[in-house]
Each structure stands twice: as structure tokens, then as C-alpha cells.
């Protein structure tokens, strides 16, 4: 029995080539450290968007794992002496992200919600980290997959704002270029009831 020959993949997005989305990566410098935290599940869902965002932003780390508290990389972040990381999630301890004079790291958790629960209710140091949450009133675009509330965002639409709220500015909506892209190939393959709906 001869098994289907594996799609060509692009090894820089990681997606099927004839759906490569480099053309709408561009480099994002940003003073704050990005590390995402990846549950591995995630990792192999082919509408999420935390490569697009370790793909444009500079030094950003992306680490797929369910012990963070173990991997060599997270803790390498956070032993840093100056990380001053901050985990963006909300919750009744978390305050709002504003502009930051000096550098710190962000760590965005990157999953369902039920993966992200329980990656903080396995890993101590991680949940223990002081809680950021993103200004008020944003809402999500992400139309190719379903968000159990209105304000509930994707990681990319996440970090976009997080950024935006530390460094005080709109250099990060450059973000928004492959995530669109993306989108659209979606609904361009979805039949026309599920457009509409």
C-alpha cells in the first residue's frame, strides 16, 4: 500500500507552499522580549497564528512544550537578570499593560483556553508570574475560527495589542499582514454557506 506523498512545506512559515505566507512576513523590532509558550496541540493546528508572530517578530522565541518549567529555553528567559517577564493572561490579579521605559519580557501562552489553564495549573513558576491583561475594548477579526466570547483573541490580535500597549505604539499592526492573508485563504476554500454563516 502506498502511503500519500507529504505536502511541500515552506520551512521558514511552515505551511504548505502553495499557501506560503512569507511574502507578508516583515521584520518587527520591538524593545520588549516575546516568548511564546506553545501547548503542542496547538502547534499542530494549521490556523494558529503564534508562528506568523515569531516568523516577524525579532528575537522572539516560540517553545512548544507542556513543562515550561523544565524547558531549558523558558527558564533561560526568565534566569535572565534583567527579564522582568510579565505573562499576558487574565484574571483578578492581572493589570493592564502600559507603556514600559525599559525593557521586559512577555510571555503569551498559546493555546485553547483549556490548554492554557491547565500549562498554568501544571507549571507553578509559570502561573506565578505577575498577570498582564490588554486594555479594554478590543475584539477579534479571527473569522476562520470560533472564540468563545467577543473579546477573546487570537495570539497574534493578543500580542499586536500587548505591544502596542508596552511600547506605545502602532508599529506592531504590521502583524496583521499575514495574519489577513491567511484568513482570506481560508474563506477562499470554504464553501459559500460556511462564508456566510
Not at 71 to 88: N, S
Not at 93 to 112: I, Q, Y
Not at 159 to 185: R, W
Request: glycine letters at 4%; charged letters at 20%; hydrophobic letters at 40%.
Amino acid at each position: 500500500m502506498n502511503l500519500p506523498e507529504a505536502r511541500p512545506e515552506c520551512a521558514r512559515c511552515q505551511r504548505p507552499t502553495k499557501v506560503c505566507l512569507c511574502a507578508h512576513l516583515r521584520p518587527i523590532a520591538t524593545r520588549t522580549r516575546l516568548l511564546i509558550v506553545q501547548h503542542p496541540r496547538e502547534h499542530r493546528e494549521a490556523r494558529g497564528t503564534a508562528r506568523l508572530v515569531a516568523s516577524c517578530v525579532t528575537g522572539s522565541a516560540l517553545v512548544v512544550t507542556t513543562r515550561p518549567d523544565d524547558h531549558p529555553v523558558v527558564r533561560a528567559w526568565l534566569d535572565a537578570p534583567d527579564a522582568r517577564p510579565v505573562l499576558l493572561y487574565p484574571g483578578p490579579d492581572a493589570v493592564a499593560l502600559s507603556a514600559e521605559p525599559a525593557p521586559r519580557t512577555l510571555v503569551v501562552v498559546d493555546g485553547t483556553w483549556p490548554q492554557s489553564r491547565k500549562l498554568l495549573r501544571c507549571n507553578p513558576r509559570l502561573a506565578a508570574l505577575p498577570k498582564a491583561t490588554l486594555p479594554a475594548g478590543a475584539t477579534s477579526t479571527y473569522r476562520i475560527r470560533r472564540q468563545p466570547r467577543p473579546e477573546c483573541l487570537s495570539t497574534l490580535e493578543a500580542v499586536a495589542a500587548a505591544l502596542g500597549a508596552m511600547e506605545a505604539g502602532d508599529a506592531f499592526t504590521g502583524l496583521y499582514a499575514p495574519f489577513e492573508a491567511m484568513i482570506e485563504q481560508w474563506l477562499a476554500h470554504l464553501p459559500p454557506a460556511a462564508v456566510s454563516g
